[in-house]
């Protein structure tokens, strides 16, 4: 009789987790990155493509904006959102990424530093898919340090003139409006700027070699007038941007350990497949011991995002405590990656075995949203109280 076999959901016990709403979600997600977005991500990444024109299929299921209230949005829960990045970046980083920007950083930006007009105005827009947004607050010459940014805004009679560059902005080229955050007289603020408004541009960054199935760009304001309308009224200083980069994390927490999880359920298929040396790999004591480390981290990363998630349905969540969770699951994930593609051998680097299209994509992980050293700063200053930034 063959041995029983435990995927790795078996494995962390999701089922007992998770509420049904949760489940619903995570069903639903499964079904349209199965059905619409994996036929087509080999050669959308190979292409250097975003699937845009699927947008709208994202947005029905309330995935855009979803973990907000009001405005259109779905307002799901902080584990129902985490759900939905993981199934979405067990395709592609890319495609969680466009949907991390549009919602945790554009849409949380406006619903939470905005007036009721500028929510009005754009939410039911943004969550409909019809009005993309990009967060640009990285520029060429202060990434991990945005308190020097130079981007800077005047007051020019009702309004204000925005000059400056941000650069590596995700949906970039595809954003309707751009959240750009500006130094000004009183301190950094946040605009809504619009890309019909004379002076703004989006270039294209050339030649990307991780997240190809990712729009990734740079922003130009060249003299771009702004009415007062459209900068955010309650946002003031850098703690307006950095809070929507911790919500944001929370997302890539979760979506990263979608992507391991590809990785090694590929790895695993392949080991039982792949025979040398008379056996199947998965048969060879060296194998399964790459196998059983990957999941060991997953299973237990996948336990500790639960229970922050649970913390942070509470309202409970420290932001050190994400810090440490995207830290710990970025590595885990591209440590995941790397292990699982020296599984498939010469194939692990096929872009029709998925792996290395996914290592390329957590390298970007680990630096986005607050590098891999700047949150171990975090965690650092949390623990002792000094700050070695
Ligand atoms: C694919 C992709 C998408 C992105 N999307 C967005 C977006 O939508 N919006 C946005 O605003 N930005 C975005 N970014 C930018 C991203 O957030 C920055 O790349 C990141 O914050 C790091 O900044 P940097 O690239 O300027 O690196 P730097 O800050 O120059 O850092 C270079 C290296 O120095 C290290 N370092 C810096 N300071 C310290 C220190 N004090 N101690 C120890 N080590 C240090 C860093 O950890 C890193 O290893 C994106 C980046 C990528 C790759």
């Not at 902005?169 to 955050?181: D, F, G, P, Y």
């Not at 979608?258 to 194998?287: D, H, M, N, S, W």
Request: with cysteine; charged share 20%.
């Amino acid at each position: 009789m063959a041995n029983e076999t435990l995927d790795l959901e078996q494995l962390i016990g999701w089922d007992g987790l998770l509420q049904e709403d949760e489940k619903q979600v995570r069903a639903s997600v499964r079904r349209i990155v199965k059905d619409r977005f994996m036929p087509r991500i080999v050669a959308d990444y190979e292409a250097g493509k975003f699937a845009l024109e699927l947008v709208p299929e994202l947005a029905k299921l309330g995935l855009l904006g979803a973990n907000l209230e009001g405005y259109g949005c779905a307002g799901m829960g902080s584990l129902a959102y985490g759900i939905a990045c993981h199934e979405l970046e067990m395709c592609d980083s890319g495609l969680r990424s466009f949907v991390s920007v549009q919602t945790s950083l554009a849409m949380f930006a406006i619903h939470t530093f905005g007036s009721e007009a500028q929510k009005q105005r754009w939410l039911p827009e943004m969550a409909a898919g019809r009005v993309l947004g990009c967060f640009g607050l990285t520029e060429p010459n202060h990434g991990s340090d945005p308190a020097g940014m130079e981007t800077h805004a005047e007051r020019d009679g009702a309004g204000w003139v925005l000059s400056g560059r941000k650069l590596w902005i995700t949906n970039a080229q595809v954003a309707h409006v751009a959240i750009v955050w500006a130094r000004t007289k009183e301190g950094i603020r946040g605009f809504i700027v619009e890309r019909d408004m004379p002076g703004y541009a989006a270039e294209e960054i050339p030649h990307k070699l991780s997240m190809r199935a990712s729009v990734t760009g740079g922003l130009v304001m060249d003299g771009v007038r702004v009415p007062e309308e459209n900068r955010l009224p309650e946002a003031a200083g850098l703690k307006a941007p950095l809070a929507c980069l911790n919500n944001a994390r929370f997302g890539v927490a979760w979506g990263v350990l979608g992507a391991a999880r590809a990785c090694l359920e590929i790895a695993i298929k392949y080991a039982c497949e792949r025979t040398q040396f008379g056996v199947p790999i998965a048969a060879k004591q060296l194998v399964q011991l790459e196998l059983a480390d990957i999941a060991t981290e997953v299973v237990k990363a996948s336990l500790l995002s639960v229970h922050y998630a649970r913390l942070k349905e509470a309202g409970k969540l420290h932001p050190a405590q994400t810090s440490l969770l995207k830290r710990n699951n970025c590595r885990i994930a591209l440590e995941a990656a790397r292990r699982s593609r020296a599984v498939l051998g010469g194939n692990g680097i096929a872009g029709d075995f998925h792996i290395m299209r996914h290592a390329a994509n957590l390298e970007s992980t680990f630096t986005y949203e607050g590098t891999d050293q700047i949150h171990t700063l975090s965690i650092g200053r949390a623990l002792t109280g000094s700050a070695a930034f």
